[in-house]
């Protein structure tokens, strides 16, 4: 046990310089901590490190004109960039902490490469509002990790949340991690060659520890004990969202069901309840990242992308969204219909024969089981004609046999004139280049059900610029940082871009970290 002050032998179990709650985005606070020379703990509330991150199939970054984009030739701007986040996010979070979050992700990069356990790749993912002003239509702003082998983990290895799969479906984890779990596991190998920071799973914070005004350390539940820690410099709170607590989402407002969310199974919102209790304001609390969801036999309705055909319609059968939109746009859609009453969950993908019965999802993120399963929940229906397929899911023929009509002469066209499917890059990613307006003209037909999904809450503690909490007036809290989704999130209500999230998690940790580290010098 660390030595300490004799004032604190009664107080404290532990101490430590920096205590890092959460193991997704706040693994980049504690390495940063650590390599600065502070002593650090990183508690995780779960078995497995790497929370919702390791579940992101890419592990992107939303890094304008970093080091890796550099190197392979971009010709974008940082002011090209703050036009667009500013023109996506406008007043809605201050400028000054979307400046932070635009300007630093760069410097963040160039720290990371200065150490071999990081390697980065530049993987091309177009801007969410193709249409704002100096959109990267190209994706010349996302940096995703380059895969490793699971062994170069050292005492971390087997250790790395996910993939979904493995966790859903009780699939074998994968040797070579890729995405976010690749992300994770390049922090983690990298801190295994550090002597100066410890990793607990299976400790949640259940308590912050105030002194006078000023957060001095945590209560950890570490495997069912209490273990009270002080935390020298502060406490970085990075434990996710509370997209995992019913209850939390129902008091705040936040659309969509606990059930559906592909948040890490920790985020149940423990440290913003520590954190409120400590006087800590709060932010965008009804807010999450959204996206449709495929509803599978287990009744989870999980996010999908990568829609290579198909309309989705409501329960009147008519076509209501921009179906290859950005899942957060396409997401927020559905809500707002779903407000107004003009759509319903489930809602219906309704597709052709031409590709088989499976539905045009190239990216379901929880694989599809037998199809026959399906079938049998009543979640997927086929007929021979237009009106069946109606009477199957229960929507008007009339108008569902309209609906396909009108989007085949917009397909023959080649321009949607009703709610713009194509009309930006994005739309066209999966699609190569070439219209997604596909025509639905080969029987037998198919539906498939969806409902709303989510990637985690994005409400949380308001923070400045150095990522340190704020009460309801605006002073920092002294001792207490946050990050990630337990951070109000920098982009407000919108998704500007792929890799904003982890990007955001990771820079806001960081920070916290370097503040920590600048006290006492």
């Given at each position: 046990m660390p030595d300490f002050d004799a004032e604190f032998d009664?107080?404290?179990?532990?101490?430590?310089?920096?205590?890092?709650?959460?193991?997704?985005?706040?693994?980049?606070?504690?390495?940063?901590?650590?390599?600065?020379?502070?002593?650090?703990?990183?508690?995780?509330?779960?078995?497995?490190?790497?929370?919702?991150?390791?579940?992101?199939?890419?592990?992107?970054?939303?890094?304008?004109?970093?080091?890796?984009?550099?190197?392979?030739?971009?010709?974008?701007?940082?002011?090209?960039?703050?036009?667009?986040?500013?023109?996506?996010?406008?007043?809605?979070?201050?400028?000054e902490l979307q400046d932070t979050?635009?300007?630093?992700?760069?410097?963040?990069?160039?720290?990371?490469?200065?150490?071999?356990?990081?390697?980065?790749?530049?993987?091309?993912?177009?801007?969410?509002?193709?249409?704002?002003?100096?959109?990267?239509?190209?994706?010349?702003?996302?940096?995703?990790?380059?895969?490793?082998?699971?062994?170069?983990?050292?005492p971390y290895a087997g250790l790395v949340r996910g993939p979904l799969d493995t966790e859903r479906l009780g699939a074998p984890a994968p040797d070579l991690l890729v995405g976010g779990r690749a992300l994770i596991g390049r922090f983690l190998a990298a801190m295994a060659r550090l002597s100066n920071v410890d990793c607990w799973r299976n400790a949640p914070l259940?308590?912050?520890?105030?002194?006078?005004?000023?957060?001095?350390?945590?209560?950890?539940?570490?495997?069912?004990?209490?273990?009270?820690?002080?935390?020298?410099?502060?406490?970085?709170?990075?434990?996710?969202?509370?997209?995992?607590?019913?209850?939390?989402?129902?008091?705040?407002?936040?659309?969509?069901?606990?059930?559906?969310?592909?948040?890490?199974?920790?985020?149940?919102?423990r440290a913003h309840l520590a954190a409120m209790a400590a006087g800590a304001d709060v932010d965008l609390m009804d807010q999450a990242w959204w996206s449709p969801g495929m509803t599978h036999p287990d009744g989870r309705s999980a996010f999908a992308l990568w829609f290579t055909g198909g309309i989705f319609v409501n329960q009147d059968g008519r076509r209501f969204v921009n179906e290859s939109a950005p899942y957060d746009r396409l997401g927020r859609d559905v809500i707002r219909q779903i407000e107004d009453g003009t759509a319903t969950l489930p809602f219906w993908m309704i597709y052709d024969h031409r590709a088989g019965e499976i539905p045009p999802v190239g990216?379901?993120?929880?694989?599809?089981?037998?199809?026959?399963?399906?079938?049998?929940?009543?979640?997927?229906?086929?007929?021979?004609?237009?009106?069946?397929?109606?009477?199957?899911?229960?929507?008007?023929?009339?108008?569902?046999?309209?609906?396909?009509?009108?989007?085949?002469?917009?397909?023959?066209?080649?321009?949607?004139?009703?709610?713009?499917?194509?009309?930006?890059?994005?739309?066209?990613?999966?699609?190569?280049?070439?219209?997604?307006?596909?025509?639905?003209?080969?029987?037998?037909?198919?539906?498939?059900?969806?409902?709303?999904s989510d990637l985690g809450t994005k409400g949380g503690l308001r923070t400045d610029t150095c990522a340190r909490v704020l009460t309801a007036d605006g002073t920092p809290i002294p001792g207490l940082y946050a990050a990630g989704n337990t951070m109000a999130a920098v982009s407000g209500t919108t998704y500007p871009g792929g890799g904003n999230p982890i990007g955001a998690s990771l820079l806001f940790s960081h920070f916290a970290a370097l503040d920590m580290a600048t006290q006492g010098r």
């Open positions: 009664l107080e404290f179990d532990l101490e430590f310089d920096v205590v890092v709650a959460g193991s997704g985005g706040g693994v980049a606070g504690a390495y940063t901590a650590a390599r600065e020379g502070l002593s650090v703990l990183l508690v995780e509330a779960t078995d497995k490190f790497g929370g919702t991150t390791a579940f992101s199939g890419g592990g992107g970054m939303w890094f304008p004109c970093n080091p890796v984009l550099q190197r392979a030739g971009t010709d974008d701007t940082i002011d090209d960039a703050l036009t667009y986040f500013h023109a996506v996010v406008g007043e809605r979070t201050p400028q979050y635009v300007r630093g992700g760069a410097g963040l990069i160039e720290y990371l490469e200065q150490d071999p356990a990081f390697e980065f790749a530049v993987f091309p993912w177009p801007d969410y509002y193709g249409a704002a002003p100096k959109a990267r239509n190209d994706g010349y702003r996302h940096t995703v990790p380059v895969p490793v082998p699971d062994q170069e983990l050292g259940d308590e912050l520890i105030v002194d006078d005004g000023r957060v001095v350390g945590a209560v950890i539940d570490r495997d069912g004990t209490p273990v009270r820690v002080r935390a020298r410099r502060g406490v970085l709170l990075a434990s996710g969202g509370f997209e995992q607590n019913a209850e939390m989402r129902a008091r705040y407002g936040v659309p969509g069901d606990a059930n559906d969310t592909m948040g890490g199974p920790g985020n149940t919102g990216a379901t993120n929880v694989s599809m089981v037998d199809p026959a399963q399906y079938r049998d929940a009543g979640l997927w229906h086929t007929s021979d004609t237009i009106a069946g397929l109606a009477e199957a899911i229960g929507v008007p023929a009339a108008e569902l046999e309209a609906t396909i009509e009108r989007f085949n002469t917009l397909a023959a066209s080649g321009v949607d004139e009703d709610f713009g499917r194509g009309a930006e890059p994005y739309d066209r990613i999966f699609t190569q280049g070439e219209s997604p307006l596909v025509p639905i003209d080969t029987p037998p037909y198919h539906a498939a059900a969806f409902g709303l």
